[in-house]
């Protein structure tokens, strides 16, 4: 239920004051987002049914595929994608640290257990470990013979990125890392040779545990 009441319009710039959009749920934001001069109930309804399958933690890394199979068409995809992506421009300069922690990265990626399609995600990381970029790949994309490695190090050519750091998610409920974790680490590992990078660690989530190749001694971080 609202704190406040939802008008049954979205509201014109003069009145949009009116309201603390502090207060209201995660629905009704992106009622507000998606809204397209619809009736804001209408919204709401729409946007509690993509939240069921976009998580709201999962949200702000959705791609346009999921938010449309989510049940958006695509210009209210596209005004989520703009909203985070003008958000995330806006607080580019306050960089975050990962720390070599379990608790911190554990912290940093822990929303990857509520998404609700496997995912690779990838931190990029300067020599003192700040967060430069971060980008998701869903492991359906990456099973596509278009797909090449390269996508995940593109990145590279234009950051001063020193370390990576990896964050994958298994639906089922076991974090073990399966056969297709350890081909995927091990092609990373390669590839991070060739361009001269540090992997700071290689974590699993599932919706109940958590594995960190680095902790289980299969990835050794150099002390130099």
Known sequence: MSIY???AKLPDAANWLKFDLAKFSNSELLAFVISQN???????????EVLKKIPAPCLVRASFEELV??????????????????????CRQRLKNIYYSDEVIYQEFKYLRSCTQERLVVGYLDRRCHELRRKSFLFSQMRQPDFSPCEIFNPILQLPAQQLITAS????????????????????????????LEMLDNVIFSRRSFYSFRKAGRLKISTS
């Open 169 to 196: 998610n298994h639906l089922s409920g076991s974090a073990e890392p399966n056969e297709m974790d350890l081909i995927l680490f091990n092609k990373l590992l390669k590839i991070c040779e060739a361009f001269g």
């Open 38 to 48: 619809q009736e804001i109930k209408t919204s709401i309804a729409l946007a509690q």
């Open 69 to 90: 199979k989510a049940g958006l068409n695509s210009e209210q995809a596209n005004n989520i994608l703009a909203a985070v992506e003008i958000t995330r421009r806006f």
């Open 5 to 7: 009441p939802i008008p």
